[in-house]
């Protein structure tokens, strides 16, 4: 039951697959129609006498897909979901949705072809999470993988034209931080669409917000943010000075050289992290628009360079409560600002006197970099400080 198989059978042994491989799994029939429950209360922990009830919220990004794509997402994206299909077979229509304007229509290009929609979500060790999603179309699938522990996907044989949903119960492993959450069809059975997607478990902690790193070693922290200028000059002189420096690109400058910014980042200390899709002050979008940028963002920066991010960096240091929320349903920990700015010929430090242990310092990838971070090691040798790598103070 891989949902990424593409096996080259004919399509009655794919059925006949399909249906054994569901009923090893449950032992049970496709699942019939059921009322949308809503938000409730679940057990948070599941294992031992500390089990609780708490009130539980839907973590899925873009959970109705009425989020509109942001200024510089991929083009033909659907916001907080990744397609193998891409365009050319998932697409948001306004074709008699569940609810509100919108939803996902998913037409496989060829026979050998799922349609699989998919994004990642955030969750907790030992805790018990319910998937849903309203769906139409025949052989529709729901599931979860990454959960730490077998799940039987939730799936139907047809809901005869009309909305159906389906829902899946799983609980995390115990080292489970993520789980990839994925819709699909059946080869060769046409198209089909979702709605109203759910992950309902307990909300994670807000994210940490914070501009230095509360530390008493001799250290100072050097940050790039955004990537639109990439000179030869900055990384000879990160290379020269085996310069530890966590990267905050947007995602279009780092898919256009990602080898360019894996260079710049072979230091040890060094990482990349996000830094949302489109540059948006995001205390102008709710939550949910917010858990978009931040999400995506992710995405882009693990497909293109392997680690998912645990920082974020919002833009012009904007940032409110829904930020903190939304960063960590992305699965991100620390909120980061700064507290001195070298960026385009500044010195400017936040607070009195030399730089001090723990401090960030803000720079960005432009054709002065290379000067810029001189200046800044100046200052930091100036004050007795050595760059250190944030991936190797917060956790």
């Given at each position: 039951m891989c949902s990424s198989a593409r096996p080259s059978v004919p399509l009655p042994l794919r059925l006949s697959a399909l249906a054994a491989s569901v009923t090893l799994l449950t032992g049970l029939a496709a699942p019939a129609a059921t009322a949308d429950p809503g938000p409730g209360l679940a057990p948070a922990v599941t294992d031992g006498p500390s089990a609780q009830a708490v009130p539980t919220v839907n973590l899925a990004t873009n959970p109705g897909f009425e989020a509109p794509s942001p200024d510089l997402a991929d083009w033909g994206s659907i916001p907080g979901w990744s397609c193998t299909g891409g365009p050319a077979e998932a697409a948001v229509t306004a074709t008699a949705p569940h609810t509100g304007t919108s939803a996902l229509t998913v037409t496989p290009a060829n026979p050998d072809s799922t349609g699989e929609c998919a994004q990642t979500v955030a969750v907790q060790p030992n805790t018990t999470y319910t998937a849903s999603a309203w769906v139409r179309g025949d052989f529709v699938h729901l599931g979860a993988t990454g959960t730490g522990k077998d799940v039987a996907p939730a799936w139907t044989e047809t809901t005869h034209g009309g909305w159906q949903r389906l829902s899946t119960r799983f609980t995390t492993g115990p080292n489970a931080r993520s789980i990839r959450l994925y819709v699909h069809g059946w080869?060769?059975?046409?198209?089909?669409?979702?709605?109203?997607?759910?992950?309902?478990?307990?909300?994670?902690?807000?994210?940490?917000?914070?501009?230095?790193?509360?530390?008493?070693?001799?250290?100072?922290?050097?940050?790039?943010?955004?990537?639109?200028?990439?000179?030869?000059?900055?990384?000879?002189?990160?290379?020269?000075?085996?310069?530890?420096?966590?990267?905050?690109?947007?995602?279009?400058?780092?898919?256009?050289?990602?080898?360019?910014?894996?260079?710049?980042?072979?230091?040890?200390?060094?990482?990349?992290?996000?830094?949302?899709?489109?540059?948006?002050?995001?205390?102008?979008?709710?939550?949910?628009?917010?858990?978009?940028?931040?999400?995506?963002?992710?995405?882009?920066?693990?497909?293109?360079?392997?680690?998912?991010?645990?920082?974020?960096?919002?833009?012009?240091?904007?940032?409110?409560?829904?930020?903190?929320?939304?960063?960590?349903?992305?699965?991100?920990?620390?909120?980061?600002?700064?507290?001195?700015?070298?960026?385009?010929?500044?010195?400017?430090?936040?607070?009195?006197?030399?730089?001090?242990?723990?401090?960030?310092?803000?720079?960005?990838?432009?054709?002065?970099?290379?000067?810029?971070?001189?200046?800044?090691?100046?200052?930091?040798?100036?004050?007795?400080?050595?760059?250190?790598?944030?991936?190797?103070?917060?956790?």
């Open positions: 080869y060769q059975q046409g198209p089909f669409s979702v709605d109203d997607v759910r992950v309902d478990g307990p909300a994670p902690a807000p994210a940490a917000p914070a501009g230095s790193v509360a530390t008493s070693d001799k250290v100072v922290f050097f940050t790039v943010d955004d990537g639109w200028q990439r000179t030869p000059e900055a990384e000879r002189f990160i290379a020269d000075h085996r310069l530890p420096i966590t990267a905050f690109p947007l995602p279009m400058p780092a898919a256009t050289d990602p080898a360019f910014f894996k260079r710049v980042t072979a230091v040890p200390g060094s990482s990349i992290q996000d830094h949302s899709v489109s540059h948006t002050d995001l205390t102008t979008l709710p939550l949910e628009r917010q858990q978009v940028e931040i999400c995506d963002a992710r995405d882009s920066m693990t497909r293109l360079f392997g680690t998912a991010p645990t920082f974020f960096r919002p833009p012009y240091f904007t940032w409110n409560a829904d930020t903190l929320q939304a960063a960590a349903n992305c699965g991100i920990r620390t909120v980061l600002t700064a507290d001195a700015d070298f960026s385009w010929g500044a010195s400017n430090i936040w607070h009195p006197g030399l730089l001090q242990p723990g401090d960030v310092v803000l720079v960005h990838w432009t054709d002065t970099l290379a000067a810029d971070l001189q200046r800044a090691l100046t200052a930091a040798d100036a004050a007795g400080l050595k760059p250190a790598g944030l991936v190797d103070y917060l956790r």
